[in-house]
């Protein structure tokens, strides 16, 4: 089987269906506005319906006003009991042949390509992304199901075996390199337990599934949190069991827990039980469960994503016009809400005037509002944390350096809408090092390479990076140097966001991740397994 990313939205485009696809989204947006939404949602422990005390209420940030949904408030008991069902429930799904699994992850694929117009329309509701950026993000959903089964089967579930030779010599005691007779050795890569699975806002269809994948398919059981506190995406965690349930994954393999991450969050953390986190967020939420984890003494596998503060240089050499449309869509896309957005650019100083100039020029032509409506490119920030957040920072940016374009709050009376924003600051700034997950992107400028490269890798992160230039020695130069996981050379689509699945890897250095392997790859299933040796003497 070859694998083929989604790709819907292109697919459309090159056979002249773009009307068609905006039909379909649109109609999928009014089914879900007159279907679902408003109504309370359990939580699944087990394969059962679970229902909290306390009862959390969603709206939508595109429109403060939009009830989402009702959710239960769970507890550190009801992760407790999560935990239990999963534990109940892993030899049964890690003793299920590989084939087996790799099969209900293409089922679950299927449904979410059956379905994609209606989840992506929940999606853009609850966090506010266009149509594109949602139609995309479940694309990478259903990329990851089924590249995953691929590997899976391609490697065989991970199975090898070999075999040393007998020997008709025999000596009175074992040593290393002893004549013996002959044994046959597998080597298998065995599941750890349970996995707490810890979903961001941002990408909460395609980075949940990719990470729920992971462990699933690879034979663990998982308890899943979505982000339940002040970026809430709960919605889509739901249909996400939905569409595992119906795929075929048994009771109590995969349960979900909606709840504060102080309660639910930390159970998974903490509880010995739970053999592995699977985690994306912030830097500081992801070590410091690291470090709780090991505080206690617990030998916990972590597989954590921990944002980014991502650059992209422009050389003298540049293609100025290619570079704008990189850094413009790299930097605002979804608001500038992606671990992988650039925050951060460094224009060589011979064209930093006209660079800029031609950005500014590029980024009013963004229109701000409700990302359901096709014309508007930048929609609401996440959380009034957020705005809260983009205010600080310009705050800041007023202070020490000086706003070429944008850093205004755009009050509809709706939703949480600000300009995306291009400030002009000294390298040293805070702005320049602090992940901000707002539209904000910080300009410096250079007069060599050397200086550049010491700039960009001048952070604590190291997750993607952007470079333009069409001479070759400097290309060369930024990819020995350049420290981060993934890296994009004069692409005009975005300067540092868009990986796909089987294409790009996606992985983080330094403070950005742990284990320097990355997602979408052919090393990512790895993570969530042990090798063991069986020796069989015959």
Not at 251 to 271: A, K
Not at 320 to 333: C, E, P, Q
């Amino acid at each position: 089987m070859i694998f083929a990313n989604e790709s819907t939205f292109k697919k459309f485009v090159e056979q002249n269906r773009e009307e068609e696809f905006d039909k379909l989204f649109d109609n999928a947006v009014a089914n879900v506005k007159s279907g679902i939404l408003g109504a309370t949602f359990p939580m699944y422990i087990a394969g059962k319906e679970v229902h909290a005390v306390d009862l959390i209420e969603e709206y939508s940030p595109i429109d403060k006003n939009l009830l989402i949904g009702k959710f239960q408030k769970g507890t550190r008991e009801h992760a407790t009991s999560a935990i239990n069902a999963a534990k109940a429930a892993f030899l049964s799904w890690s003793s299920t042949g590989y084939k087996e699994k790799a099969k209900i992850m293409r089922n679950a694929a299927d449904i979410f390509a059956r379905e994609k117009f209606t989840i992506a329309a929940i999606l853009s509701i609850e966090n506010g992304k266009t149509r594109y950026e949602s139609i995309g993000e479940v694309d990478e959903a259903i990329d990851f199901l089924r590249y995953y089964a691929d590997d899976l089967e391609r490697n065989k579930g991970y199975l090898r075996k070999a075999a040393s030779l007998g020997s008709t010599s025999k000596v009175n005691a074992g040593f290393q390199g002893a004549p013996g007779n002959t044994e046959k050795v597998e080597i298998r890569m065995m599941p750890y337990g349970v996995f707490g699975v810890i979903a961001p806002f941002n990408f909460p269809i395609s980075i949940s599934v990719g990470m729920s994948t992971g462990a699933l398919i690879t034979g663990n059981t998982v308890v899943f949190k979505p982000s339940s506190t002040d970026n809430m995406t709960m919605l889509t965690g739901v249909k996400i069991y939905e569409i595992f349930k119906e795929a075929g994954i048994p009771e109590g393999v995969f349960n979900i827990v909606t709840g504060p991450g102080s309660e639910v969050g930390d159970e998974l953390v903490t509880s010995p039980l739970v053999s592995g986190i699977a985690f994306t967020g912030s830097r500081t939420t992801g070590m410091g469960m690291v470090a709780k984890s090991l505080v206690q003494n617990h030998q916990k596998v972590f597989v954590v994503e921990m944002g980014g503060k991502n650059p992209a240089i422009v050389s003298k050499y540049a293609d100025l016009d290619n570079a704008v449309d990189g850094v413009a869509s790299a930097a605002f896309g979804f608001a500038g809400q992606k671990c992988s957005a650039c925050s951060r650019l460094y224009v060589h100083n011979s064209v930093k005037e006209q660079f800029v100039s031609k950005l500014v020029d590029k980024v009013r032509g963004f229109n701000i509002g409700n990302p359901l409506e096709k014309r508007n490119y930048v929609g609401p920030l996440i959380s009034a944390k957020a705005l809260e957040k983009f205010k600080w920072a310009m705050e800041e940016a007023h202070r020490s350096g000086r706003v070429i374009h944008g850093g205004n709050v755009v009050n509809d009376g709706k939703g949480l809408y600000v300009e995306p924003t291009i400030v002009e600051l000294p390298h040293d700034n805070k702005l320049f090092h602090e992940e901000l997950f707002v539209p904000i992107l910080v300009v410096d400028s250079f007069k060599s390479m050397e200086e550049a490269l010491e700039k960009a890798n001048d952070v604590d992160y190291g997750l993607t990076a952007g470079f333009y230039s069409i001479k070759n020695s400097e290309i060369k130069y930024f990819k020995d140097r350049i420290q981060a996981g993934v890296v994009y050379i004069n692409r005009q689509t975005s300067a540092t966001t868009g990986a796909m699945v089987g294409l790009h890897t996606f992985v983080g250095w330094k403070g950005s991740g742990l284990t320097g392997k990355g997602t979408g790859s052919r090393f990512y299933l790895q993570q969530f397994m042990r090798e063991q040796s069986i020796a069989n003497v015959k």
